[in-house]
């Protein structure tokens, strides 16, 4: 690799020198209209080598920035919830952020300037691990060029490097920055607008209270620009993205008056508290301190140079807002002068409502449940298949809507549900419909591990062609209701074995269908939890619970035999950043009601210690 840069340097060097020498003779044959050997003009032969230097800089700066990131480490995060902040490779100001999500969508933030590109490109290979990198959402905060102009050169010149689905912004009119004086604006505007011609079905254009979902990424715009503001800062969207566990704030260049406004329009709301706050303006003369108060950020992302940082010119307001920083206890300030940084995001602690006896009052659970202090909720459907069940009744749609809405008041979420039966249940279009009406994402089916007959299926082959081929008949409905199927490894032959799970997923190939480790199964079976490592896919999910190795008990972990500080070293290794969906749920079952609260706040606990034992 070192010989390969150094021969495109010396190459480079040469033409760039001999590039001057080509020039006159080209001047002197245009003069005297002469032609060169095939009968093009020197200016050609010119032209073609100052496009060869070109391409070979290129290649150059392309090569310089795979080794950089090499060196860099940069993880594959791919199918995991994190958020990168890219550095400045030009040690200037400028936002550049990568999100991927455990559903497998990347969304970018801005990018920087122009120069920033061919970094930006490397970088969003090292973390998406794909040769041709795709964009499923790209948002532009604002027009001003160390924000967008790296997905104007993506757009215009490197479709065949990166591709995208959307573009998210909202520009005001570039004949009112014209009015204004605001040059960079009406350049910035008029030069989208120009740009977006190639791509107009892909331009999104966001309004102040849009809520909407990019895989597991749930967006909520709280302001979009309103031109009583002169300054094209103050034009910054701002938006808040859940994700996981965890809630981002991405401010753009907002200033005071953008910031008080957000404040006002959303104030009780809750929205604008943010576990992490992308520091409005680069962390100077941004909003204000009410600002960063309300959000209460336990990490702040700096896109940051080093300059703005220490205040070296003397006329910025960065030592003032770390100052704020530091007396309101921000835990972490990640900058980007320090160099590019993956942050994953907080894993959810989700319990099964199969805690609670068949037909328990599904709302009274929400109710307890959001009390105790669990993030989410996974509805056991598989609890309500009895008779004068409301999930088997013709308004079921409607009671899941108003389960819902229950958790919606209550302030807590579905995340996932467990279906009924198998892959070929008569209740799994239903669920998948029910699923989504509770505004689960992840729908967990066993798969089938048995013949007609009753008989165990051992064979791995048959066993993936039964189930891939059960799977595929669900998937345009799992799409159209954005309901992400989960297989698990269960009990019974091939289904006991966590690896082929994993090559069901492979087999299937569906954006729709995924796989659920459940731990407490697998130790059942005697595959300890470092089978994970063995495994083909990364699972989307976790099912986890405890046994003494002899059955399916389902205890909290702990009242077991599991390793688990091999299972959250294992977590750790793979790096999962998915949900803790808790399974452990004979022993709240079993109990008396009065007891449930005091056994379900002991899974809290232990969930809460496993999860920071992942991170």
Known sequence: MKRML??????????????????????????????????????????????????IKSLFTQLKYYIAIKKEKVPNTMNQNAIH???????????????????????????????ETDYFIQYLKAVTGQRIPHVDAWFLSHPHNDHVQVFYEVAENR?????????????VPCELYESRSQQEGMEMVSEFNRISKAFPEKVQILNTGDTFNIGAAKITVLYTPDTSFVDVNEHSVIFRMDLGGTSIMFTGDAQVNAGNKTLADWAGTGLVDCDICKMAHHGQDGVDRNFYEAVSPEICLWPTPTWVWDNTNGNLK?????????????EKNYK????????????????????????????????RLAALGYDGIDMGFDYWTFDGSPFLSDDYLAWAQGLK?????????????HAPGEADSEYLGRTIEATAAIGARYLVVHPIWHDKNGNVIKSKLRFLQINADAIKKWLPKAEESGVVLLSENILWGASSDPRIIAELVEKVDSDWFGWCFDVGHAWSCSYAPDVLKDCAVMPMSLHIQDNDGSGDQHLIPGDGTIDWALFTQTLREIGYLGDCVMEAHHQSLEAPDEERDAILSRLLETAQTIRDRMR
């Open 336 to 367: 980007a002068f320090e160099g590019s940084v993956a942050v994953g995001m907080q894993p959810r602690i989700v319990t099964t409502t199969d805690v609670f006896e068949e037909g328990y009052d599904a709302k009274k659970a929400v109710d």
């Open 85 to 115: 902040m890219l550095q400045s490779v030009e040690n200037t100001i400028g936002d550049s952020f990568i999100i991927t999500t455990e559903d497998g969508k990347v969304i970018a933030v801005d990018g920087g300037h122009t120069a």
């Open 159 to 171: 479709t065949r490097q990166v591709t995208f689905d959307k573009v998210m912004l909202n520009y």
């Open 318 to 330: 960065t030592l003032e807002v770390r100052a704020w920083m530091e007396e309101l206890g921000v």
């Open 405 to 417: 809405a229950r958790a919606d008041e209550k302030g807590i979420v579905y995340t996932h549900a």
């Open 6 to 55: 150094l021969f495109i340097l010396v190459l480079v060097l040469t033409l760039a020198l001999a590039a001057p020498a080509f020039a006159a003779p080209a001047q002197t044959a245009s003069a005297g209209d002469a032609k060169g050997i095939d009968g093009s003009s020197g200016k050609d032969f010119l032209s073609f080598f100052r496009d060869l230097i070109a391409k």
